[in-house]
């Protein structure tokens, strides 16, 4: 069993930044590739980026290249997302998820976190 609990979501302005934060526990947390994805209001949920178990390979969605970078703490339990250039359109609640990388691409996960919201106004 696998728990993630999400922090440093907010409300920022179109231009700013927030950076999440991933705290995870359970035995087997370093077997797993760890991803962030999001659900804007009405729309399904999209996956935004994910790291290898080692941290040697990331992915992330074309909407976010650039802007978004996805880290991992192994020693720490911890992982994190920089958010940069923030949009109206990353407006969502965010949720860490743990699961294959390729499994995380595909839009699925093995275990997720309840979330934290992120508001970008104009």
């Known amino acids: 069993q696998v728990q993630l609990v999400e922090s440093g979501g907010g409300l920022v302005q179109a231009g700013g930044s927030l950076r999440l934060y991933c705290a995870a526990s359970g035995r087997t947390f370093s077997s797993y590739a760890m991803g962030w994805f999001r659900q804007a209001a009405g729309k399904e949920r999209e996956f935004v980026a994910g790291?290898?178990?080692?941290?040697?390979?990331?992915d992330y969605t074309e909407s976010v290249k650039g802007r978004f970078t996805i880290s991992s703490d192994r020693a720490t339990n911890m992982v994190y997302l920089q958010m940069n250039s923030l949009k109206p359109e990353d407006t969502a609640l965010y949720y860490c998820a743990a699961g294959g990388l390729t499994q995380l691409r595909s839009g699925d996960y093995v275990y997720r976190g309840q979330g934290t919201q992120v508001t970008v106004s104009s």
């Open positions: 790291i290898s178990w080692s941290g040697s390979s990331t």
